[in-house]
């Protein structure tokens, strides 16, 4: 979940190294962003291609870094504060079937 692999010369742990961007993310990934939904998610709001998520207080950015590595093809990115996260769509409809997809994932 932390995303840390282990170095066999020193046996310490450090980031996985970054993979391609372009590639489809994990199950892992994608789990890691069911579950931080059912954690952190507690409202939705669409306006036109923009979505905005509410979380409790400090909870924002992880489930933000949880979106961005599901490497959602309609995300064009997130922007994290403290409980707010700005989800930018590709467009308007994009953005309600995002919606959808995240109370769908939610709701599980």
Do not use: N
């Amino acid at each position: 979940e932390l995303g840390l692999v282990k170095r066999a010369a020193d046996g310490s742990y450090q980031p996985a190294p970054e993979d391609d961007p372009t590639a489809p993310a994990s199950d892992a990934a994608r789990h890691t962003l069911q579950r931080a939904l059912v954690d952190y998610l507690a409202g939705i709001q669409q306006s036109q291609q923009l979505i905005v998520l509410r979380t409790g207080p400090g909870e924002a950015q992880p489930l933000a870094l949880a979106i961005d590595r599901a490497r959602l093809t309609d995300v064009l990115g997130t922007i994290a504060g403290d409980d707010t996260i700005l989800v930018i769509a590709r467009d308007a409809r994009v953005a309600r079937a995002l919606i959808l997809q995240f109370e769908g994932l939610a709701a599980s």
